[in-house]
């Protein structure tokens, strides 16, 4: 029988915490992420706002010259602009980092619009905000199921995100479809939306691939490689790809994904006969910089146990 990817229906009663419903959905969440690595939220009280306008704002973006994206700050571990390189030509991606600060969205707003967009800044701050509350949500569920909720504020107080915008081109005539290489990513958490092209491809626990159907409410959470580490290898890594066979529309996605800016330490709670400790504690940033010299394929994949394992 093909794998499935647990769904999780984040209802307004669920997002309350303490309640029947709140306490059902940790249990779940922490299974999934535990086999998967992985889950689809269903988000039932994302703004309906936001699900009209996010697509639209993502074409007004990369509809800009070529020129005027180029403008935005190309640090480390991709966070500037994605150009479309010969190796994955259909492919384009604009990261703002720290997006739910509206600080860091007027910035690159200024950059991108020099006369400003005041919709584009509004919406793109809205989302990172919205999802970062999912995402905290999320992390203090996952928090209070091992019952460390006695570290999650500090956690969450140090949690920063980055919003990446993707656009995958239809391919032309003689251009293959967009294939990806399979990867996990180096975040605590990370979210992904997208338009109705699908593409988001996931491994589960069988190895078999399974395709993410996107719709308006569907958000794929991924548990990232620092995730991995802080649950002392009780959470699995997700190794995801794209593979778009769409070929006749656009695909827009986007990414919201969370960073620690401190010490990650292994709760001495999930460390025990059963699990003997796998990692030591680590700095999540300076795991960026390790996978940023990190080489070839070889970033790809789960690196936290190269980085801190014991
Ligand atoms: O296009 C997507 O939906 C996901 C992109 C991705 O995996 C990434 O940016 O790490
Ligand atoms: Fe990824």
Redesign the pocket.
Known sequence: MASTVPVIVFSKECMEPGTKPWIRACDEIVQALEHHGCFVAEYEGFPRELRDSIFGIAKELFDLPHETKVRSPDSAH?KGYIPSYPGTPL?E?LNIDGAEKLEACEKFTALMWPSGNAHFCKTAHSYAREIAKLEKVVTRMVFECYGLRQYCDSHTESTTYLL?I?K?KKPGENEGNIN?VP?T?KTFL?I???NSVR??EVMTKDGEWVT?EPSPSSF?VMAGDACVGWSNGRIKPCY???NVREDKLI?Y???V?SYNTGAIEIPKELIDQDHPRQFKSFNHLDFLRFYDMSQGRTKAQCLIKAYCGV
Do not use: N
């Open positions: 991709s492919l991606g990446r993707l995958y990806s990867h990513d990370s992904l939306y997208q593409g988001l993410f794929m995801h790809r794209i695909r996605s986007l990414g994904f």
